[in-house]
């Protein structure tokens, strides 16, 4: 039976992990490098997320049958062409993600929004320039807010909303001159500021064809009623009961199919995940950005309502003759909501410390809604101490070993229930049985519903 890889260290690689060992396709589950809470479904391989010598190797190894790339990094470095390159999807060593040339979607904001203004898919009006004095010159003509991006990848601290000329000359000079974000920075969107509600839709493409997810809500701000700096994401949940039916039909006919179709006309076919985190406006449904990639943490709940078998999804996107073919298979969801809770390490987004012991979370796996999988924690900065971690096989942890914090976002606490409200609720109950010094997280995940 074939072997998978799952690349990353989040709760969204978790969660695919969770998600994809349920297939019964899949023998065993590698994740390079994983976390804590990967530990307990697969093995933890210590390799990084852009070490793809090595993880040619190791799939090669392992004879691992299909590699899924969870963050965007990877992809944009061209993981998928350096597979391609070492003959490796040739030899049935298959990768879930698109291209290099697709991946720029994400990659570079001055591609996707020339890419939106050719193909007509709706977005904020904007310009794109190196030029500190064009950019400069430009902000006569803007009415502010306006909003200021860097182009390159920048981990979520690309963004700025500024409220008037001074903050927008200095984020301008913070870019373009001061390089605070390095080359990311070296080229800059400047657009529109749109106002509405803001949801996530992720979608699968085998280049061609495109099938939808249930509508996603994140949380970005770190406090409650969305105040305060933004973070990679502090709580979701789907569906997102606002979102009709005919709003979903004007995402697939206006947006995703022709984004899917533009890039195929371009010569940058889009084989992966699409994301679109889009803005509800008063003037109709517009794109903010694309990433090439799942959604963290919109993946977490995603996974716990997606009815197929994943591994079947994920391949017939990628190996064309695969047993199942991506057109034929529709996408099926339970009829219930669930939410997700991020549980973060104090200080974040800022600085913050590492090494917390995270209590209550033995007591929890024990229980019947997490044996269901209706209950699931699901880990992000974990580690295992306390124990030989490298010689704990899939499942089987030592009494001793006890998890510990290693990152910002530390878990995603997802429930599923037959309402929203009560996902809502058993998420949380969830919790407040789960402790670490210093956590902190946001007690109106769903307020925006909820309201
Ligand atoms: P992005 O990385 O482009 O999604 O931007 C990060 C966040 O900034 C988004 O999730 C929005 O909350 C906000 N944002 C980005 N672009 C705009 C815009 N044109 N108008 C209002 N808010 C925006
Ligand atoms: N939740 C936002 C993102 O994954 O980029």
Excluded at 352 to 364: A, N, V
Excluded at 408 to 429: C, D, F, M, N
Aim: hydrophobic content about 35%; glycine content about 10%; charged content about 20%.
């Amino acid at each position: 039976m074939p072997n998978v890889l799952v690349i990353g260290s989040g709760g969204r690689e978790h969660a695919l992990g969770w998600k994809l060992k349920q297939s019964p396709h899949v023998e065993k589950i590698f994740f390079a490098p994983g976390n804590g809470g990967t530990i307990s479904i697969g093995e933890n391989i210590s390799i990084g997320i852009n070490e793809f010598h090595k993880i040619s190797e190791l799939v090669r190894e392992k004879n691992i049958s299909l590699t899924v790339v969870g963050s965007e990094e990877p992809l944009v470095n061209g993981i998928v062409d350096y597979y391609y390159s070492q003959h490796l999807p040739q030899q049935g060593h298959f990768i879930f993600g698109p291209t290099k040339l697709a991946a720029v979607i994400e990659g570079s904001k001055a591609f996707s929004k020339s890419f939106m203004l050719r193909n007509k898919i709706p977005t904020a009006e904007f310009i794109s320039t190196r030029n500190f004095n064009e950019a400069v010159s430009h902000l006569q003509k803007c009415n502010y807010p306006i909003v200021i991006k860097a182009s390159g990848l920048a981990a979520g601290k690309g963004v700025t909303i500024c409220e008037n000329e001074k903050e927008a000359i200095t984020t301008i000079e913070d870019f373009l001159v001061r390089k605070t974000l390095g080359d990311s920075g070296n080229e800059i969107v400047i657009e529109e500021f749109l106002e509405g509600e803001e949801i996530s839709i992720l979608a699968l493409s085998d280049g061609e064809t495109v099938k939808t997810f249930l509508p996603a809500q994140d949380h970005k701000k770190i406090y409650d009623g969305d105040k305060g700096p933004n973070t990679g994401g502090m709580g979701s949940y789907a569906p997102v009961p606002f979102v009709t039916k005919e709003m979903l039909d004007e995402i697939h006919n206006v947006i995703l199919v022709p984004t899917i179709q533009g890039m195929k006309n371009e010569g940058r076919e889009f084989r992966g995940c699409l994301f679109a985190g889009l803005m509800l406006t008063k003037s109709g449904i517009k794109v903010l950005e694309f990433n090439c990639r799942f959604g963290d943490p919109e993946t977490q709940p995603l996974m716990l309502l997606l009815e197929n078998d994943l591994y079947d999804l994920l391949m017939s996107c990628t190996n064309v003759n695969y047993e199942k073919q991506f057109s034929e298979i529709d996408l099926r969801f339970s009829h219930q909501s669930a939410c997700c809770v991020v549980m973060v390490s104090g200080g974040y987004p800022g600085k913050y410390e590492k090494g917390k012991l995270i209590s209550g979370l033995d007591d929890l796996s024990t229980s019947l809604r997490c044996a269901q999988g209706d209950d699931v924690i699901f880990h992000a900065g974990t580690v295992i101490q306390n124990s030989q971690t490298s010689n704990l096989s899939e499942g089987v942890l030592s009494d001793k070993s006890q998890t510990t914090t290693s990152g910002g976002r530390v878990l995603g606490v997802t429930s599923k229930a037959s309402s929203l409200q009560e996902a809502i609720s058993k998420s949380y109950e969830l919790t407040s049985q789960i402790s670490f010094d210093g956590m902190f997280y946001r007690k109106d995940i769903g307020h925006r519903v909820l309201k």
